[in-house]
């Protein structure tokens, strides 16, 4: 049976509006993936964000309740007073050590945190005409353990300070040292506290080369 015209008009006319509903219906599925897609990788995004966000916030909550002295000079500079930065850790005793050739044994303190020009200024002036030169400024590594209180409980810090001094020459006594101020230089020390400041004395103030 041959179609007439007319009919093979409404035909066409049908097999279009079918194509086009059916491209219409992919266009919307695939809006509807793709707003699917944006919004998950948008949460995504803000899920890693609020997780470096809280990462950072941690880091600077510890770096802020970390401790850290401070030493102020006192008398002229005959002695650093110290202190901790923050005003809820208190420091109840101290094991102080400095490089090896300038004091052979540590000072302990209680109650009284401190460092003394006079633990050193025999030592100091010794080393320096070691290696053959005499400065009148410079730093010397210092090794401390701090045991302090923090909420209520004993905490303990090791850590590696350099302090700094200024000499000034007196009659047939040794030079008179004067403590200006000090700064961190390494937190976390492992127990050989000893061996780390005699290390990093020797890269401060190298031995004087053999002739």
Not at 2 to 20: C, D, I, S, Y
Not at 108 to 128: F, H, M, S, V, Y
Not at 134 to 161: C, L, M, N, W
């Amino acid at each position: 049976m041959n179609e007439t015209p007319a009919e093979k008009r409404r035909r066409l006319r049908f097999l279009t509006l079918a194509e086009f509903v059916g491209v219409a219906a992919l266009i919307i599925a695939g809006l509807g993936y793709w707003d699917s897609h944006r919004e998950r990788t948008q949460t995504a995004r803000e899920r890693a964000a609020e997780v470096q966000e809280r990462k950072a916030e941690a880091k600077a909550g510890a770096l802020k309740l970390s401790f850290l002295m401070t030493g102020t000079p006192e008398s002229g500079g005959e002695r650093l007073r110290l202190s901790s930065v923050h005003a809820d850790q208190v420091i109840q005793t101290q094991a102080i050590r400095f490089p090896g050739e300038i004091r052979g044994d540590d000072v302990q303190t209680t109650g009284n945190p401190r460092l003394e020009a006079g633990w050193i200024d025999g030592g100091l002036t010794k080393a320096e005409h070691a290696r053959g030169g005499k400065s009148h400024q410079g730093r010397i590594p210092v090794g401390i353990v701090t045991v302090f209180i923090e909420d209520g409980q004993p905490k303990t810090d090791r850590a590696i300070y350099l302090v700094g001094y200024s000499s000034h020459p007196r009659v047939l006594r040794a030079d008179k040292v004067a403590l200006e101020g000090m700064s961190l230089m390494r937190r976390s020390v492992g127990e050989d506290l000893q061996a780390a400041v005699d290390q990093a004395w020797a890269r401060i103030s190298p031995p004087a080369a053999k002739p």
